[in-house]
């Protein structure tokens, strides 16, 4: 990861939370001895946007956490909402890059895939990745998933087992049996990641 900006959105709060907190545990390894601060829930994009023109004299590097800004982005279903919060200053001052030693993690529970000014000036400063789930109806357990969803459920899966190996044949499987559960899916990874032989979960077991 080489970017100042991520944001992650999802309309699953348990995969947006997962996808975060990956993004932040690599970033603390990349940086070293840097501690994540997690902003306040009423931090607004005005605030922000003062926080990334202020370096701090006594942490020359920092990891600033936004866990769910939802409200700053534009999304389907608020298209006739007015109150949302402005973001004109916050994307002035990504677009003009903010300061060196400064990352920001934001996340955000989405309906649909957001879109909008801060949307556009983080895919262009930084990264933008959609956490997809299927379309009603459900039960999930019968969709048919996406090659999308697949890789965002193939990719809990790898960070869940840690250095056990699933064979190709035991993902599919896995996958198949549960549809759509990502966090049944992570409680079956456990479980057969402790059982495993060799380091190795296969088709039989």
Request: with cysteine; charged share 25%; hydrophobic share 40%.
């Amino acid at each position: 990861m080489s970017a100042a900006v991520y944001l992650v959105a999802s309309s699953d709060d348990y995969l947006l939370e997962e996808a975060v907190d990956k993004t932040v545990r690599t970033l603390v390894e990349e940086c070293g001895d840097v501690v994540p601060e997690t902003l306040p829930d009423e931090t607004t994009p005005e605030n922000l946007s003062v926080e990334l023109c202020s370096p701090s004299l006594f942490a020359p590097r920092r990891i600033l956490v936004l866990p769910d800004v939802a409200p700053w982005l534009d999304t389907p279903r608020r298209t006739s909402d007015t109150s949302g919060d402005d973001v004109s200053p916050l994307v002035h001052v990504l677009g003009d890059g903010i300061a060196d030693g400064i990352v920001v993690v934001m996340g955000a529970c989405c309906r649909n895939k957001p879109k909008g000014a801060l949307v556009d000036v983080i895919g262009e400063a930084g990264e933008f990745s959609w956490q997809p789930v299927p379309e009603a109806p459900k039960p999930w357990e019968d969709a048919i998933l996406s090659r999308e969803q697949e890789a965002v459920l193939g990719n809990l899966l790898d960070t869940t087992a840690g250095e056990i190996r699933f064979t190709p044949d035991a993902r599919r499987l896995l996958l198949e049996r549960l549809g759509f559960a990502p966090r049944l899916l992570r409680q079956e990874v456990m479980k057969l990641a402790a059982a495993n032989v060799d380091g190795v979960v296969d088709e039989d077991l």
